[in-house]
């Protein structure tokens, strides 16, 4: 594959860009891999490329049911922080979050990143007490991150309202170098760099079943076939269950459908992204300018792509009190994506009951910041046999231990 340059785009103008090659190849599956990865989205797609770039482990093949990127990695809101509340939370999604600033320079190809900064307001005392705890949490375990008045609220964003008819802002937890990056490229970037690697991506193909002797895992069934294999990782996001239902386990995990919308462009009104959790509203801009505002989730569980209704006009009426002045703008577009989600809120990776087989899933409505770090942990539990430092906390059996990692505050359903 070719490297992108401003010196190739200047050569491809002169035969009218048709010379670029695929971005990623398409191989149909052999029969034997060393590690089968089912699912091609950013954290089953990070895993093939750490395996192969940190572990030299090259015999992979990511199994896709669709196209890559078109789960919840192409459906989410993009808000890329680390200011989580507990130890093992905070190490993973700051290695991620670290990870994402040289991402674009690694893989050769913009993947957008935009530490534009992350603000998480606070509308009620206990919202304050609760972010001020995991204020001092992050700056225990090195993580930049400050509480904001409202006065400094107003001027990072002066488009709020901070006196809004049922909340007033307290105050908030920023976090400057928090941000977005443009979802699809990180897939695709991830995609590039593990084929160029020798990883084979076989997108259009189901993993159907999974293969077992004895001793454990010996391969799968896909509408392309069976294919044999010792490793299985399964990275499957909203359709978990189903998927450690065909390997021979369970997992304490629901779908649910999460929704966003975005409004059609105007004009740069805002320049960093802000959660509103107690309203239950969160938005950003998009570098085409549309404003782009994440939804609830479902309260019942479903595998729809689309989430209910009521969440859209619960959404926009927490949003119009906290910016007053989106009233004025048409929505274009509303999706959802089924997402995975624990009792504790936080995610799960680790060995399984199935000798061979692993896991990582669980990532619910905060995933998309993580891809970085979890691909890395994953790459390092698939190649070892076992999790390394940064995932052993998340582990499966942490649910028979009573060992929770609690982030029901720091992720709630917000980004
Ligand atoms: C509306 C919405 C907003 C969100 N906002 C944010 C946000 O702002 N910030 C954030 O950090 N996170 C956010 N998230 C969460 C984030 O998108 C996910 O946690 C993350 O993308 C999960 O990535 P993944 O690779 O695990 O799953 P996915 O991207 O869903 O990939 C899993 C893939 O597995 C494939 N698959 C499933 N079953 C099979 C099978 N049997 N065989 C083959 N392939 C199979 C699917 O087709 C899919 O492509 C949001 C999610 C949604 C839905």
Redesign the pocket.
């Known amino acids: 594959m070719g490297r992108y340059s401003a010196f190739a785009i200047a050569k491809q103008a002169f035969s009218h860009h048709k010379g670029w090659d695929r971005a990623w190849p398409s191989p149909e599956p052999k029969p034997e891999y060393d590690v089968v990865i089912?699912?091609?989205?950013?954290?089953?797609?990070?895993t093939a490329y750490y395996l192969a770039k940190n572990h030299g482990v090259r015999k992979v093949a990511v199994?896709?049911?669709?196209?890559?990127?078109?789960?919840?990695?192409?459906?989410?809101?993009?808000?890329?922080?680390s200011n989580y509340l507990q130890p093992s939370s905070m190490a993973i999604f700051e290695k991620a979050r670290s990870l994402y600033e040289d991402l674009s320079q690694e893989f050769n190809y913009n993947i957008m990143f935009s530490p534009r900064g992350v603000l998480m307001l606070a509308q009620t005392e206990h919202e304050l007490r609760a972010w001020k705890r995991t204020y001092h949490a992050n700056r225990i375990a090195g993580i930049e991150s400050e509480m904001v008045t409202p006065r400094q609220i107003k001027e990072i964003v002066p488009i709020i309202n901070l006196s809004g008819p049922r909340y007033p802002v307290l105050g908030g937890l920023w976090q400057p170098r928090g941000g977005?990056a443009r979802?699809d490229a990180v897939?695709w970037g991830y995609a590039r760099g593990a084929a160029e690697m020798g990883v084979d991506i076989i997108q259009q193909?189901?993993?159907?079943g999974v293969d077992r002797d004895a001793e454990g895992v010996t391969g799968v069934q896909?509408t392309k076939g069976a294919i044999r294999t010792k490793k299985l990782c399964i990275?499957?996001?909203?359709?978990?269950g189903?998927?450690a239902e065909?390997a021979g386990f369970r997992l304490p995990v629901e779908s649910v459908?999460?929704?966003?919308l975005v409004s059609e462009p105007i004009k740069p009104a805002m320049d960093c992204?802000v959660m509103a959790n107690t309203v239950h509203g969160?938005m950003s801009q998009s570098d085409k300018g549309e404003m782009v505002i994440?939804?609830g989730?479902d309260g019942f569980n479903n595998y729809t792509?689309r989430?209910s209704f009521h969440h859209i006009e619960e959404t926009l009426r927490a949003l119009v009190e906290t910016f007053p002045m989106i009233s004025r703008l048409k929505m274009l577009r509303q999706?959802?994506?089924?997402?995975?989600m624990t009792g504790d809120r936080s995610?799960i990776i680790g060995t399984t009951p199935v000798p061979g087989v692993f896991i990582?899933?669980g990532?619910?409505?905060?995933?998309?910041?993580?891809?970085p770090g979890?691909g890395w942990a994953t790459a390092e539990m698939v190649a070892k046999g076992t999790p390394g430092d940064l995932a052993a906390p998340f582990s499966l059996d942490r649910f028979t231990e009573g060992r929770m990692i609690d982030e029901s505050v720091a992720a709630a359903v917000?980004?």
């Not at 459908?257 to 966003?260: C, G, H, V």
């Not at 999706?335 to 995975?340: E, K, P, Y």
């Not at 990532?363 to 891809?371: E, L, N, S």
């Open positions: 089912v699912g091609a989205g950013g954290h089953g797609l990070a199994i896709e049911k669709g196209w890559l990127g078109g789960g919840n990695t192409g459906r989410n809101t993009t808000i890329i922080r977005t979802h897939a193909c189901e993993v159907t896909t990275v499957v996001a909203g359709n978990s189903v998927m065909r459908a999460l929704q966003a992204v969160y994440g939804g989730a792509q989430g999706w959802g994506g089924v997402v995975d995610p990582n899933c990532w619910g409505t905060g995933g998309f910041k993580a891809i979890s917000a980004h």
